[in-house]
């Protein structure tokens, strides 16, 4: 029996407006999902040219999850965001062309080259690098959110994981502690059902991630990751309660991996009436009609989002082919943060 409230999608326009966003910022939000997909599309050419080390990884599917979160965080609140979440650091402000570099190990990249991959964030728009596609950073959100407590900022933090990353300690240990201090953190559960080929009935005994935040001491939500609207809403309550002393709230986003674990893998063992289903609720397509049904937009507002967004990415493309590969002599620059980085948060 599920624990955790489930939580009901957008119903109106009115319920919309109510949680903040004006027809603009509507569009915005489509704007965003329409050029993290793009990023992604073209990170996969820029794999099968032979421009991108190593493997490449994308969040088909997880646009709606990622860009819904990002869009109810406040400036000066941080985040984690994960291998999924390419929405998350483009609603922050990243731009396309920087991580377009980043891929391909240049020296534009917010890495500056030393990586190649989306072990990648930029602190000044309060987005913290991951060091592992697993729970790791779950910790270092919360070790945010206790020193937003002793500062007394009205800061919160926001801490991604998958599914598949549940089972490890970090993620208990970062909930016990949040939960037992009442910290001003929001976990991210991006549930895409497959930690790599293993099936969520194989990796816990409850029916969702979110149950197991009662027993942290805190809300667990089960939220539609398709539905960026509904997304939207409950980061948006869960950040503002957490702001205002509420302590945590652990929000499940439930989606599907569109796509293998990562380039190399086809995802032959998801059954193909699965990938079928949740095509139907393709996120992009999703919001596009429910923005055609609910706020009229029109033929020429659309081909204005795509034609845009295709610019956007063709001139990203061309800039950051043209970075220039990293100088071994700085390799040690930026690694190591100086007393003036850690005096100097990232909103001011």
Same mark, same amino acid.
């Given at each position: 029996?599920?624990?955790?409230?489930?939580?009901?999608?957008?119903?109106?326009?009115?319920?919309?407006?109510?949680?903040?966003?004006?027809?603009?910022?509507?569009?915005?939000?489509?704007?965003?999902?329409?050029?993290?997909?793009?990023?992604?599309?073209?990170?996969?050419?820029?794999?099968?040219?032979?421009?991108?080390?190593?493997?490449?990884?994308?969040? =088909?599917?997880?646009?709606?999850?990622?860009?819904?979160?990002?869009?109810?965080?406040?400036?000066?609140?941080?985040?984690?965001?994960?291998? =999924?979440?390419?929405?998350?650091?483009?609603?922050?402000?990243?731009?396309?062309?920087?991580? *377009?570099?980043?891929?391909?190990?240049?020296?534009?990249?917010?890495?500056?080259?030393?990586?190649?991959?989306?072990?990648?964030?930029?602190?000044?728009?309060?987005?913290?690098?991951?060091?592992?596609?697993?729970?790791?950073?779950?910790?270092?959100?919360?070790?945010?959110?206790?020193?937003?407590?002793?500062?007394?900022?009205?800061?919160?933090?926001?801490?991604?994981?998958?599914?598949?990353?549940?089972?490890?300690?970090?993620?208990?240990?970062?909930?016990?502690?949040?939960?037992?201090?009442?910290?001003?953190?929001? *976990?991210?559960?991006?549930?895409?059902?497959?930690?790599?080929?293993?099936?969520?009935?194989?990796?816990?005994?409850?029916?969702?991630?979110?149950? =197991?935040?009662?027993?942290?001491?805190?809300?667990?939500?089960?939220?539609?990751?398709?539905?960026?609207?509904?997304?939207?809403?409950?980061?948006?309550?869960?950040?503002?309660?957490?702001?205002?002393?509420?302590?945590?709230?652990?929000?499940?986003?439930?989606?599907?991996?569109?796509?293998?674990?990562?380039?190399?893998?086809?995802?032959?063992?998801?059954?193909?009436?699965? *990938?079928?289903?949740?095509?139907?609720?393709?996120?992009?397509? =999703?919001?596009?009609?429910?923005?055609?049904?609910?706020?009229?937009?029109?033929?020429?507002?659309?081909?204005?989002?795509?034609?845009?967004?295709?610019?956007?990415?063709?001139?990203?493309?061309?800039?950051?082919?043209?970075?220039?590969?990293?100088?071994?002599?700085?390799?040690?620059?930026?690694?190591?943060?100086?007393?003036?980085?850690?005096?100097?948060?990232?909103?001011?």
């Amino acid at each position: 029996m599920a624990i955790a409230r489930e939580a009901e999608p957008v119903g109106s326009l009115h319920e919309v407006r109510e949680a903040g966003l004006d027809r603009e910022d509507l569009l915005g939000v489509y704007r965003n999902m329409v050029v993290t997909r793009g990023v992604e599309e073209r990170g996969h050419i820029l794999y099968r040219q032979g421009k991108i080390p190593g493997s490449f990884y994308t969040g =088909r599917g997880n646009e709606a999850a990622s860009v819904g979160v990002a869009t109810a965080m406040a400036q000066e609140d941080v985040g984690t965001p994960l291998h =999924r979440d390419m929405g998350v650091h483009i609603t922050r402000g990243v731009e396309p062309w920087r991580i *377009f570099a980043q891929y391909m190990g240049r020296a534009d990249g917010p890495t500056h080259g030393r990586d190649g991959n989306v072990h990648m964030a930029d602190t000044n728009l309060g987005l913290i690098a991951m060091v592992s596609h697993l729970p790791a950073m779950l910790p270092v959100a919360v070790g945010a959110a206790l020193a937003f407590r002793i500062r007394e900022e009205a800061r919160v933090a926001l801490a991604w994981f998958g599914e598949g990353a549940s089972a490890r300690g970090d993620t208990h240990e970062g909930m016990t502690f949040a939960g037992t201090r009442k910290l001003p953190v929001v *976990f991210i559960c991006d549930n895409n059902q497959w930690a790599y080929s293993t099936p969520t009935y194989l990796e816990f005994a409850t029916e969702h991630v979110a149950d =197991r935040a009662q027993a942290y001491g805190f809300e667990g939500v089960v939220v539609d990751g398709t539905d960026v609207l509904a997304v939207y809403r409950e980061a948006r309550r869960a950040i503002d309660k957490a702001r205002a002393g509420g302590g945590p709230t652990l929000i499940e986003c439930l989606t599907l991996r569109m796509e293998g674990h990562a380039v190399h893998d086809d995802a032959f063992y998801v059954p193909k009436a699965m *990938f079928e289903k949740w095509a139907e609720s393709d996120p992009l397509e =999703r919001f596009r009609t429910w923005l055609r049904d609910n706020v009229d937009m029109t033929d020429d507002e659309e081909d204005e989002i795509q034609s845009g967004a295709k610019k956007l990415l063709n001139d990203a493309l061309k800039r950051a082919e043209d970075s220039p590969m990293p100088d071994p002599s700085d390799l040690l620059e930026g690694v190591y943060a100086s007393a003036e980085d850690l005096d100097t948060p990232h909103h001011k």
